[in-house]
């Protein structure tokens, strides 16, 4: 049986997504400097159908999160609707998500939503089942699918939240970034009682990734 | 001329004090478990009048923030007054603060508050002085009284914050623990587009300390 992992970039203060986040700017302002060191490195590229990029330290612990994940929980919002002002009203419909033809998961990816809808079945491997029975179902879901490989809790900040509280969590890998957004989504909120063990720390140029066990 | 450098030890989620700080407990809930690492280590140990203590890569950065300080700055609730719980009402008069006869700083110490008083002399070298004209004035006497060494703003996270966005803040030094406070004082809060840069990361047991150079 794998573990269940959250791999998220996260500003030095303490946010996700910068303030403001907007349907042409769903990071918010200063949101997209948190994934310049993701966007320039070959395993990140690689998995977004792009070439060439950086190898190194980056690429590699990159590359280890994406090879590990047989499976994805993600949020509503992070799928690409939301209560936000990306709303889905008006949009494309059915709404296909920020993700393209071709996402990079290549796995079963469940977002959990108040919006039953079938499966999305996406180029490379990718379907977004859609899970309505909340975060811990979701997870259970993903568990079964990823056939023994690891499960990726990618985001948002409040499915990670929910995920952390519930103790569904085994491993926690931020790669902090030296940035202060100054407001936006916070992803460490309200997750006291969670207790951690530092297990690795890979500090490169751009970016330090910090990876802890949930003891508790 | 020396630097202006902030020194801290905040939780992964950002806390530098958790929830429901009280005279007993100024620190707030958890709060003590961040400085476990310093309490241990002989370089502050020494400092504050304690024997032993461990030696090590911990200890040797702490001895270097002790070292480097010619002058210090903090504000009113460091030093031990404050609005909070712990105002000075019905305590000790003159209220002598938190530091007892001998404090650990064996410097001038500069405390940012809107109550006029005159300096405390205490042994050791430590003398505090206490400046109503905020913290632009308080930084500027301590460059002064630090004779060329390095001024340490030593906290609150409200001092270290308005130092920081009035731009009299070179380097930033985060003792960063792998412990959720779920609550408390936040250290980085509304400091956006002050823009840092990663120039040293120390990896412990316990304890991750970062650097940062203040570039904007």
Request: hydrophobic share 40%; with cysteine; glycine share 16%.
């Given at each position: 049986?794998?573990?269940?992992?959250?791999?998220?970039?996260?500003?030095?203060?303490?946010?996700?997504a910068g303030p403001n986040a907007t349907?042409?700017?769903?990071?918010?302002?200063?949101?997209?400097?948190?994934?310049?060191?993701?966007?320039?490195?070959?395993?990140w590229r690689e998995s977004h159908g792009?070439?060439?990029?950086?190898?190194?330290?980056?690429?590699?612990?990159?590359?280890?999160?994406?090879?590990?994940?047989?499976?994805?929980?993600?949020?509503?919002?992070?799928?690409?609707?939301?209560?936000?002002?990306?709303?889905d009203t008006g949009w494309e419909q059915?709404?296909?998500?920020?993700?393209?033809?071709?996402?990079?998961?290549?796995?079963?990816?469940?977002?959990?939503?108040?919006?039953?809808?079938?499966?999305?079945?996406?180029?490379?491997?990718?379907?977004?089942?859609?899970?309505?029975?909340?975060?811990?179902?979701?997870?259970?879901?993903?568990?079964?699918?990823?056939?023994?490989?690891?499960?990726?809790?990618?985001?948002?900040?409040?499915?990670?939240?929910?995920?952390?509280?519930?103790?569904?969590?085994?491993?926690?890998?931020?790669?902090?970034?030296?940035?202060?957004?100054?407001?936006?989504?916070?992803?460490?909120?309200?997750?006291?009682?969670?207790?951690?063990?530092?297990?690795?720390?890979?500090?490169?140029?751009?970016?330090?990734?910090?990876?802890?066990?949930?003891?508790?």
């Amino acid at each position: 049986m794998g573990v269940t992992f959250v791999d998220i970039s996260v500003s030095l203060d303490g946010f996700v997504a910068g303030p403001n986040a907007t349907r042409e700017e769903p990071l918010g302002e200063g949101g997209e400097r948190l994934h310049e060191w993701a966007v320039r490195v070959a395993g990140w590229r690689e998995s977004h159908g792009r070439e060439g990029g950086e190898t190194g330290v980056d690429d590699e612990v990159m590359r280890e999160a994406i090879d590990r994940a047989g499976a994805v929980v993600m949020g509503r919002r992070m799928f690409g609707g939301g209560e936000g002002p990306w709303d889905d009203t008006g949009w494309e419909q059915p709404w296909q998500g920020w993700w393209g033809d071709d996402p990079p998961f290549r796995s079963a990816v469940f977002v959990v939503t108040h919006h039953a809808r079938e499966p999305l079945v996406k180029q490379g491997g990718t379907t977004f089942t859609f899970v309505t029975e909340g975060a811990e179902r979701a997870v259970a879901q993903a568990r079964d699918a990823a056939g023994g490989k690891d499960v990726s809790i990618a985001g948002g900040a409040d499915v990670i939240q929910q995920c952390l509280r519930a103790g569904l969590v085994d491993e926690v890998n931020l790669h902090l970034v030296p940035l202060l957004l100054g407001g936006g989504t916070r992803l460490l909120e309200d997750v006291g009682g969670v207790e951690l063990e530092k297990t690795r720390v890979i500090d490169s140029t751009d970016v330090t990734h910090m990876r802890f066990r949930v003891i508790a």
